[in-house]
């Protein structure tokens, strides 16, 4: 090729890329504008989750005792709390997180489910609380429904597989290029103005890119569609494993309270086990209550608490657990669920993070990581990562703001430019990932729609959001 023809090909690469980069933005500023206020919502909920189960603990279990020289018998303390709720049963027992801790009841009474804190050595009831009902429960169940149920999970759904999007554009918004080289994408210089809002929001972004990836993802995990129907689906432990055992027609969900989430993730989906028959190891010999099924888990050696989910009906099981869902220990590859026949005393299923599915065993260290529960650089780490994606949604607001026409009402959408190259490859790539996230694609669609068949034919329209 001669020097001639070489110069008057040279633009076409700068052009491209700048019509490629305005059809990124397009899409990173639409997604914005339906992700911010949920990213902002899953923000503050979230900080406020981790700190309250730093400091006060999700129940009562943080409340401390002195020490005395033997606990009572768990049956005198489950006596204790059944006599401070009027017409309770106990229905969980929840084991002291140390020796100088309190022990505590989950007690029904009717349609409501009250928790009894108590000094293990004395049998005192320090305190009442509705159980998985206080600031914490309140703050969780905005977080993961905005108190609407399904609906706010579909809505909260799409907001997070949106968020995935707005991870891939911002990288690609925000990576080096004309000569810029990465120290000036991660630590912004001494810009002024909308230049450093807009280097202080792509470094932002970049830095907390990884760890957004997986929060996001861990959150999905848990969502109606994508999580509960597909990862969650596929990845449970199987019941079947279980030889020649009765099943229950409850799940290990049924263990859960509304909408907290007590029991690992791999698990949930799981038939539980019935009692009524001769199936299962000897455990238990003698009588099978609460002080020898007590007695049985405290020979466990678990680091920390323990929990016992006592039988509902005559074919319901004792349930020991431990497991960082539960945020019982510190160790997520240590959770371990055990199911004893309430008539034989006989170990039904023992099931140990081993047994997980691989998925599963990384959600047990997702939702720890996500919890906070790793130890003090989690907490550290998760702080910050709650304050950036507060500052995020803040900073591209700003930079809407600055960018935006002085005195002109509009949205002031990035502009749509034609004929953009790698557009088939582009839209293969969102049809791949609106495959594997339903919600993404369904978002997706309804944007493009309002884009392509709303916004697009009317004047008006294409004048208030240009």
């Known amino acids: 090729m001669d020097q001639t023809s070489s110069r008057a090909n040279a633009p076409a690469a700068p052009v491209a ?6 059809a990124v933005w397009r899409w990173h500023f639409y997604a914005g504008l339906y992700v911010i206020p949920f990213l902002i919502m899953l923000a503050v909920t979230g900080l406020t989750m981790l700190w309250i189960a730093v400091l006060a603990g999700i129940g009562a279990e943080r409340m401390t005792v002195t020490p005395g020289a033997a606990p009572l018998a768990v049956s005198a303390l489950q ?3 059944e006599a401070a709720v009027p017409g309770g049963t106990a229905t969980q027992y929840v084991a002291p997180l140390g020796p100088d801790h309190v022990a505590a009841f989950a007690v029904a009474a009717g349609d409501a489910t009250t928790g009894v804190a108590l000094n293990p050595y004395t049998g005192e009831v320090l305190k009442a609380f509705p159980w998985r009902a206080g600031w914490y429960d309140l703050a969780n169940d905005i977080h993961g429904t905005l108190l609407i149920g399904t ?6 759904e799409a907001a997070a597989s949106l968020g995935l999007l707005l991870v891939v554009s911002g990288l690609y918004l925000h990576w080096p290029r004309s000569g810029s080289g990465w120290r000036r994408a991660l630590l ?14 792509g470094a932002v972004g970049m830095w907390m890119s990884l760890v957004m990836v997986l929060f996001l993802i861990s959150g999905l995990s848990w969502s109606g569609v994508w999580g509960e129907k597909i990862v969650q689906a596929w990845s449970t432990f199987p019941a079947e494993k279980w030889d020649a055992l009765p099943l229950s027609d409850d799940s290990h969900a049924a263990m859960n309270h509304g909408n907290a989430k007590e029991v690992p993730w791999g698990l949930e989906q799981t038939p539980l086990p019935a009692s009524g028959s001769l199936a299962g190891t000897q455990a238990i010999f003698g009588t099978v209550d609460i002080d020898s099924v007590a007695a049985y888990a405290d020979g466990l050696g678990f680091d920390r608490r323990y929990q016992i989910n006592l039988p509902r009906s005559d074919t319901g099981i004792w349930t020991i657990s431990h497991d960082s869902m539960s945020n019982d220990g510190p160790d997520p590859a240590a959770d371990r669920t055990i199911h004893i026949d309430r008539h034989t005393g006989n170990v039904l299923a ?4 081993a047994d997980y599915s691989a998925y599963a065993k990384a959600m047990a260290w997702g939702v720890a990581f996500h919890e906070g529960d790793l130890g003090l650089w989690n907490l550290m780490l998760n702080t910050a990562f709650c304050l950036a994606m507060i500052f995020l949604p803040v900073s591209g607001l700003i930079l809407w703001w600055k960018r935006r026409p002085a005195g002109v009402a509009r949205l002031a959408a990035p502009p749509q430019p034609g004929d953009v190259p790698l557009a088939k490859g582009a839209i293969l790539a969102v049809l791949g990932l609106s495959l594997a996230f339903p919600m993404l694609g369904v978002a997706l ?7 392509l068949l709303v916004i697009a034919p009317l004047p008006v329209l294409r004048r208030l959001v240009s």
């Open 17 to 22: 890329a700048n019509k490629l980069y305005f």
């Open 79 to 81: 006596a204790a709390a």
């Open 151 to 156: 609906t706010g999970d579909r809505l909260i």
């Open 188 to 201: 912004p210089g001494a810009a002024r103005g909308r230049a450093l809002w807009k280097g202080l929001h």
């Open 350 to 353: 023992d099931l140990r993070y």
């Open 445 to 451: 669609l309804v944007v493009l729609g309002l884009d």
